[in-house]
């Protein structure tokens, strides 16, 4: 694994790779991670905190665009996540700077970027019963579990959750026991729906 130093963002934000989000910037702090990014294109880390306390894991960002600047020397910005990573040391400042910092290790993902037929055909199956056609997306050779993980929309600790198992077949359980929920529910939707039209 790759041990690298990054600054941190905390966030109760969990961002798996090639999600993008928006952030608005307003403290000191980050304000100037912000200006340390643009100036050296530095990439950093959001590490996620659940219920107040840090998990333990977090996302490699980098910075898209700001989008707008404010008077007030706030800004919006876009971020997208290229890597995961572990904490192994969190500094709530990193050197001189006002910002937190950790030295992480970047997480592998090759593992991650595959996913099985059986799995691809249940996805098929349940996108057919909801929106009347395949996800497209999942439909590429190259499509892979974090793939899957956006297109059904999981939760940031399902995400976590997710990163944490430790095969592939893990992996492919949690989006499994994720999908039989989804499916669960439409077909209670489906249900209210034809009751409905039959009053």
Same mark, same amino acid.
């Given at each position: ?14 961002? &798996?790779?090639? %999600? ?6 307003? @403290? ?8 340390? *990014?643009?100036?050296? +294109? ?9 219920? #107040?306390?840090?998990?333990?894991? =977090? *996302?490699?960002?980098?910075? $898209? ?7 007030? =020397? $706030?800004?919006?910005? %876009?971020?997208?996540?290229?890597? &995961? ?9 990193? #050197?001189?700077?006002?910002?937190? #910092? =950790?030295?992480? @290790?970047?997480?592998?993902?090759? +593992?991650?970027?595959?996913? $099985? ?14 929106? =009347? ?6 439909? $590429?050779?190259?499509? #892979? ?9 999981? +939760?940031?600790? @399902? ?41």
């Amino acid at each position: 694994m790759q041990k690298t130093q990054l600054g941190l963002f905390p966030l109760q934000i969990f961002l &798996l790779p090639g %999600e993008t989000t928006r952030l608005h910037i307003f @403290e000191d702090r980050y304000r100037q991670l912000l200006q340390d *990014c643009e100036n050296a +294109s530095i990439l950093f880390g959001i590490p996620y905190a659940q219920n #107040g306390y840090l998990t333990g894991y =977090g *996302c490699v960002v980098k910075l $898209s665009q700001v989008i707008e600047r404010h008077a007030n =020397g $706030s800004a919006d910005i %876009e971020i997208q996540a290229v890597q &995961l990573f572990r904490i192994d040391q969190f500094y709530m400042r990193m #050197g001189d700077k006002l910002y937190p #910092g =950790g030295d992480v @290790e970047v997480i592998d993902d090759k +593992s991650m970027r595959s996913i $099985s037929d059986n799995l691809t055909k249940r996805l098929d199956a349940y996108f057919l019963k909801k929106q =009347g056609k395949i996800n497209i997306e999942l439909f $590429s050779a190259q499509a #892979g579990i974090f793939d899957v993980a956006r297109s059904l929309k999981l +939760s940031e600790a @399902e995400k976590l959750s997710l990163v944490k198992a430790e095969t592939a077949e893990k992996r492919e359980q949690l989006i499994v026991n994720v999908l039989k929920l989804k499916e669960k529910l439409l077909e209670q939707e489906n249900s209210i729906v034809g009751e409905i039209f039959l009053n």
